[in-house]
């Protein structure tokens, strides 16, 4: 299908998605709250990229911001999303609403439940083709059998309602949506929440063959390491809004520098552990309405010292083209050793109850 006429003027010599020192705030009763905090990564052609991070740490506000989706509460305060060099915080909203599903898509958190459940699937997918295309009916219907095929779904379905699909059938139908008009880049934010391990495993598999057979990008967002892991080329790590650790996946996966990253790899399951063996990091991440002065993660580092309550310290690079926010790097081997026992990370759980039961007895 041949794209609709725009008026954006793309580099071609510039990367497909640079995010430079974003910030983005929420506009509240008591103020100004910093959900995304200065952060920086790019997504080449053919990738994809990874966001992962603990629930509320600002990756799904990413997502939004990059779309010109955050409530209206919500303002991208500082920084630029560049897509093909076209900075997407600049743009009118008839020019964001012609470059979505154009150029980027977005498959939502619960895109299972976002198809409208009284309209038929084969209606809801050629309804937004013809938004954006002047094709007939019969044409935007070839292009969603053509989706459907694509996305391992039987065309002979897709006059079906949303109710007749189980749980993994609606997200692939969902996926095939978001294809409809080529985009260049997809989102996937938590794109197999609710899933069973077997349909997750199908939907990322298909997700990666999309990317081999189309030459498209994809952003994946999750809560989720194993997802990341098992899809991604490169990973951004996040923590409270900061951007903690950022490079290959594989390298971090293998030589984590931050031990942020080293708690999040002891709290998810792999194929040769135990479930005993898994280490929870203790604690909770700080409210963004009351950030610590220092380092985000201070308040659970099992590692942190003096200086890491002095300012949250910058994202350096610590090997070729691998970044991480932490002040002890020189430390990290003896770091990634003792990050593996479980008594490094239970001492915080100790020191935290002494200290509650000391502020206890001082009230008394």
Not at 236 to 248: A, N, R
Not at 300 to 310: I, K, L, S
């Amino acid at each position: 299908m041949n794209r609709a006429n725009t008026d954006f003027e793309f580099d071609d010599d510039a990367p497909l998605l640079e995010v430079t020192d974003l910030e983005v705030t929420y506009r509240t009763r008591s103020g100004g709250l910093v959900a995304v905090d200065r952060i920086d990564f790019t997504v080449d052609e053919n990738e994809i990229f990874g966001l992962v991070g603990e629930s509320g740490c600002g990756k799904s506000t990413v997502a939004q911001a990059m779309l010109g989706l955050l409530p209206s509460n919500g303002e991208v305060s500082a920084g630029s999303i560049e897509f093909r060099g076209v900075d997407l915080t600049d743009l009118e909203k008839r020019e964001l609403d012609t470059l979505r599903w154009e150029h980027v898509s977005l498959i939502s958190q619960g895109a299972m439940n976002s198809l409208n459940p009284v309209l038929r699937i084969s209606n809801q997918i050629v309804e937004a083709i013809q938004a954006h295309r002047d094709v007939s009916t019969e044409e935007a219907r070839e292009r969603t059998a053509e989706l459907f095929e694509m996305v391992g779904l039987d065309p002979g379905r897709m006059d079906d309602y949303p109710h007749q699909f189980s749980g993994g059938m609606k997200q692939r139908a969902y996926i095939a949506m978001s294809l409809a008009l080529d985009p260049d880049l997809i989102i996937a934010d938590e794109p197999t929440t609710a899933l069973d391990v077997i349909v997750q495993d199908q939907i990322l598999k298909r997700l990666k063959e999309l990317r081999d057979e189309l030459g498209i990008s994809v952003i994946i967002i999750s809560h989720d390491i194993s997802v990341i892991a098992e899809t991604c080329n490169r990973l951004g790590v996040m923590y409270s809004g900061k951007l903690m650790e950022y490079g290959d996946l594989r390298d971090i996966f293998a030589n984590p520098y931050n031990p942020y990253t080293l708690g999040l790899q002891n709290a998810f399951p792999t194929l040769r552990g135990d479930q005993s063996d898994l280490i929870s990091i203790p604690g909770s991440p700080p409210d963004i309405a009351a950030l610590p002065e220092g380092c985000r993660f201070r308040a659970r580092c099992p590692f942190a010292t003096a200086e890491c309550d002095t300012a949250h310290p910058p994202l350096e690079e610590v090997a070729e083209d691998h970044y991480s926010a932490c002040y002890h790097h020189e430390r990290i081997e003896s770091m990634r050793t003792d990050a593996q026992r479980r008594r490094t990370w239970e001492r915080l759980r100790d020191d935290a109850t002494a200290g509650t039961a000391a502020v206890e007895d001082a009230d008394d």
